[in-house]
């Protein structure tokens, strides 16, 4: 494998609208985020990637983009956004922001045009059919956000379009050259700027099954998941190939692809040593126990699954490239609520679930609040949700018969809402996060989780994640965590996960996923034992006694 200049880095997620406000609006900014570079680089990060900043009508939180050439005002300007570049790179953090471009705002000007003149140059930036009320739609397909993925053209009553997410956010048509064309222009204006990089957004998705046509209804609003046609449509490569080769590849910047539904057999072509993106998230055990009828059908997926899965993607990796590695991000609950078996929440456990995935191999990225254990929030009333997503779910689960109270109960542990509270920086009023009201209203345990607390404390688990990142970088360790193979070690023995990293050294990464104790048979004499989220270390002879949720990195 060819070696990259990002492969030995840290990533970390910002949602900007939740993670720091300056001025007190109550919406997180660029200036906020600046403030906390400093704390980036204490923590150990070296790649920053922002969630869209671009003017926005924020019907889906600025992935719905109306201009990207500019900065929202409510998130600054395009001097804070320089200076943010700018400061990063003096820090050794570079900034890279989401490219969302399966799709743009309806308030675009692209858009807006094409409203005007459907036949003309701008109406083939998007997909317009003609249609006539009664008619059938061109297809069946259910948007993510609920509904079929058609709605009239504004200032139409014969015409329609095609929108993949929210009715906000019409689909861009990668068919017509003239369009990736100006796609391409603005990747490498910013890219000029001095960008690192780019996480692309629902990027599969630009290819669609045409003509459009019809799949078996998959439930009763007689429409089917758009996922049938993703399966089917073939192509979406020769966009990609392009894309890279104009763009990414003549500045050797990062790319990290949000894939999902990519065709078996296409990961050498995305992740390659000269693959289309440096990398694309692993999802495997972010779509584990999912149901196709809906949220209110889901449940959280078991520690044996998340093993299987995390296995699972490691072997399909290996040899081939870096995967990105999370365990949550602003479109999932938060992972300690997620993954760890139902009330367990102590800083052990979050700290072994944390450890087991950032020590995979690939490129692990943490999401803001992360490194403090943020938990999911709580919901009593479907008025306090924000997210259109769980808005629609809610709704899902209502038709499906459950009352008001249990579709709140059911859809809540899946809300994106949950990942989308503000970052709570300290214990006092706003959490640190704003001196005003904050957008969304903050999660009521920032008394109890908070940064300030666990700076001050050896034990926590924002200095658990400083020691796996400084791991990492470690000059000792760092060529067998960065590019060691991954091996299982003992993958039969139930709710033990646990793994071999070798590479120069041989490490041998353990986590009991479970409450009850378990005794772990060693493969040999411990060298070192490089981490341990609890104080002791109980071997008799050949065996280590973990307790519950014990985590450790030993060099065997
Ligand atoms: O998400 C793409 C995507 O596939 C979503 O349907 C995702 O599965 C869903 O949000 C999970 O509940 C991206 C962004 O990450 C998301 O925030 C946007 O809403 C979406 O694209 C549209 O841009
Ligand atoms: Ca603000």
Redesign the pocket.
């Known amino acids: 494998m060819k070696r990259k200049w990002w492969h030995g880095k840290t990533a970390y997620q910002i949602y900007p609208k939740s993670f720091c406000d300056s001025n007190g609006d109550g919406i997180g900014d660029l200036r906020g985020v600046i403030g906390k570079l400093d704390y980036l680089q204490e923590l150990g990060v070296e790649i920053v990637w922002l969630s869209p900043v671009y003017c926005s009508p924020l019907a889906?939180q600025g992935?719905d983009i109306s201009d990207y050439y500019n900065i929202d005002p409510r998130f600054g300007t395009m001097a804070d956004m320089d200076e943010l570049i700018a400061e990063g790179k003096r820090r050794g953090i570079s900034i890279v922001m989401d490219l969302?471009v399966n799709h743009c705002s309806d308030e675009h000007e692209w858009f807006r045009k094409a409203c005007e003149d459907p036949d003309g140059y701008y109406g083939q930036f998007f997909y317009i059919r003609d249609w006539h009320e009664g008619e059938k739609l061109p297809c069946n397909w259910r948007s993510?956000f609920g509904g079929p993925c058609w709605d009239l053209l504004p200032g139409h009553t014969d015409k329609i379009y095609f929108h993949a997410?929210h009715k906000k956010?019409p689909d861009l048509n990668w068919e017509n050259p003239e369009l990736r064309r100006e796609v391409y222009k603005m990747i490498n204006w910013w890219l000029d700027k001095g960008l690192g990089g780019f996480r692309i957004?629902?990027i599969i998705n630009i290819k669609k099954l045409l003509p459009f046509q019809d799949f078996p209804a998959d439930r009763d609003d007689g429409l089917c998941a758009i996922r049938r046609m993703l399966e089917k449509a073939e192509g979406v490569n020769v966009f990609l190939r392009e894309m890279a080769e104009e763009t990414f590849r003549r500045y050797d910047a990062f790319s990290v692809g949000?894939v999902?539904d990519e065709k078996t057999g296409d990961l050498p072509l995305i992740i390659g040593d000269d693959g289309y993106f440096s990398s694309m998230f692993d999802f495997a055990e972010h779509v584990l126990a999912r149901d196709p009828r809906g949220w209110y059908a889901w449940r959280c997926p078991t520690a044996e699954e998340y093993k299987a899965a995390c296995f699972g993607a490691q072997a399909r990796s290996a040899g081939v490239g870096f995967l990105s590695n999370i365990i949550e991000n602003?479109?999932e609950p938060r992972g300690v609520s997620h993954y760890l078996p139902e009330g367990e929440h102590s800083e052990t456990a979050k700290k072994m679930l944390g450890g087991l995935n950032f020590m995979l191999r690939g490129l692990p990225f943490l999401y803001q609040g992360q490194e403090i254990g943020m938990e999911n929030t709580v919901f009593t009333d479907i008025a306090q949700v924000d997210d259109i997503?769980t808005l629609d779910e809610y709704r899902v689960a209502r038709r499906a018969g459950l009352t008001d109270a249990e579709a709140l109960a059911a859809v809540a542990p899946f809300s994106?809402d949950n990942a989308r509270t503000p970052v709570q920086w300290d214990g006092g009023p706003g959490a640190g996060f704003t001196t005003g009201t904050p957008w969304l209203p903050l999660n009521p345990n920032y008394t109890r989780i908070n940064l300030a607390e666990q700076r001050g404390r050896a034990d926590s688990v924002y200095h658990f994640y400083r020691a796996l990142i400084a791991l990492r970088r470690s000059e000792t360790y760092a060529e067998t965590v960065v590019y060691g193979e991954t091996l299982p070690y003992r993958p039969e023995q139930e709710n033990l996960m646990a793994y071999y990293r070798k590479g120069e050294r041989t490490l041998l990464v353990a986590g009991n996923f479970q409450k009850e104790a378990q005794d772990m048979p060693l493969p040999g004499p411990v060298k070192a034992v490089l981490l341990n989220n609890l104080q002791e270390l109980k071997q008799e002879g050949d065996l280590v006694h973990l307790e519950g949720f014990q985590f450790l990195v030993l060099e065997v």
Do not use: C, L, W
């Open positions: 889906d992935y969302v993510y997410f956010q957004d629902a949000e999902f602003h479109d997503n994106r």
